[in-house]
């Protein structure tokens, strides 16, 4: 008994960290949280700014506790519920439409030129990667969407123009390669068509790519405002990010009329615009911030897999 005891001491012992180890953690742990304080803190300083009042924001700056709370700046925002309303209804629709559709275009490519039976695969690979060199001109684009393909003031002038990414079909193509090709081969010996192994087999094996791909589409949806300014005149369809890039408008065309004379600064000074911009900032990043954490895990893995297998 007294040899097994001290085996077990000793082994504990062993266990234990030198205290260059412990110091080496405990300085990574350190510079960790550093790290993440900083990408933390300017979050917070725009949302605690955004319940500051307009003079506290003039007079002491962004502060981590304001001198003066108010809900001045989201009246300001909020002083139009109906349009704010629609316009998330229009952000969220669109956001959620095309993300589908942006994954189920990526996702069949990136199957398609993984495939090494296929035999046209380098070509349009190399076709796809053209067209991120050279474009067509704004023009020319601007008359086929809204003469021939009718996107003018549409759903589909918001969607269409950011359905396919280049970026995401390289990924995808990528990724799939990874997965070894003599589950398809046997797939195909049990009967399945591509269609199905592609449904059934690769999608559900691809789980980390499709929120990879789905977080990079949402992201370029619900921050797109320049599609919206292009094809849409209709209020009620018009995007969020546009809605808040008119106001931001507003608020420096008002400036602009302050500076001629041409308008009371008085009035001008009743407009909350600091405390407004990071009120803005907040409803539109919101959704997103808290999208993120759901599927981290999963996205971070569809990165790394692929962007560096090939």
């Given at each position: 008994m007294k040899k097994v005891e001290k085996m077990q001491k000793?082994?504990?012992?062993?266990?234990?960290?030198?205290?260059?180890?412990?110091?080496?953690?405990?300085?990574?742990?350190?510079?960790?949280?550093?790290?993440?304080?900083?990408?933390?803190?300017?979050?917070?300083?725009?949302?605690?700014?955004?319940?500051?009042?307009?003079?506290a924001l003039l007079r002491d700056g962004y502060q981590m506790i304001p001198s003066e709370f108010s809900l001045e700046s989201y009246r300001w925002v909020f002083r139009n519920p109906t349009r704010i309303l629609y316009s998330y209804r229009n952000t969220i629709f669109v956001t959620v439409t095309g993300t589908c559709l942006s994954i189920v275009l990526a996702t069949m490519t990136g199957y398609v030129l993984s495939r090494k039976d296929f035999p046209w695969r380098n070509a349009f690979?190399?076709?796809?990667?053209?067209?991120?060199?050279?474009?067509?001109?704004?023009?020319?684009?601007?008359?086929?969407?809204?003469?021939?393909?009718?996107?003018?003031?549409?759903?589909?002038?918001?969607?269409?123009?950011?359905?396919?990414?280049?970026?995401?079909?390289?990924?995808?193509?990528?990724?799939?390669?990874?997965?070894?090709?003599?589950?398809?081969?046997?797939?195909k010996m049990d009967g399945a068509n591509d269609f199905w192994i592609y449904v059934r087999l690769m999608m559900p094996l691809s789980k980390p790519l499709l929120a990879t791909l789905g977080l990079f589409s949402a992201l370029g949806y619900?921050?797109?405002?320049?599609?919206?300014m292009l094809f849409i005149t209709n209020k009620d369809m018009?995007?969020?990010?546009?809605?808040?890039?008119?106001?931001l408008?507003?608020?420096?065309?008002?400036?602009q009329l302050v500076a001629k004379g041409?308008?009371?600064?008085?009035?001008?000074?009743?407009?909350?615009?600091?405390?407004?911009?990071?009120?803005?900032?907040?409803?539109?990043?919101?959704p997103i911030i808290f999208l993120y954490p759901v599927i981290q895990r999963h996205f971070v893995k569809g990165l790394t897999v692929g962007a560096v297998k090939g």
């Open positions: 000793s082994r504990k012992r062993g266990i234990r960290m030198s205290s260059d180890r412990v110091a080496f953690n405990v300085m990574g742990y350190l510079l960790v949280l550093l790290f993440g304080l900083a990408c933390l803190i300017p979050f917070y300083l725009i949302f605690i700014s955004s319940f500051a009042s307009e003079s690979a190399l076709f796809f990667f053209f067209t991120t060199l050279f474009s067509g001109g704004m023009v020319p684009w601007y008359i086929l969407c809204t003469k021939y393909l009718g996107f003018k003031n549409n759903y589909l002038g918001m969607i269409m123009p950011m359905a396919f990414s280049v970026w995401n079909m390289i990924i995808s193509k990528n990724f799939m390669k990874s997965i070894p090709f003599d589950i398809v081969e046997s797939a619900w921050n797109d405002w320049y599609n919206s018009q995007s969020l990010q546009y809605f808040l890039q008119e106001m408008s507003s608020i420096e065309a008002l400036k041409e308008m009371n600064a008085v009035m001008y000074e009743t407009v909350p615009q600091a405390g407004m911009k990071m009120a803005m900032t907040c409803v539109v990043t919101g």
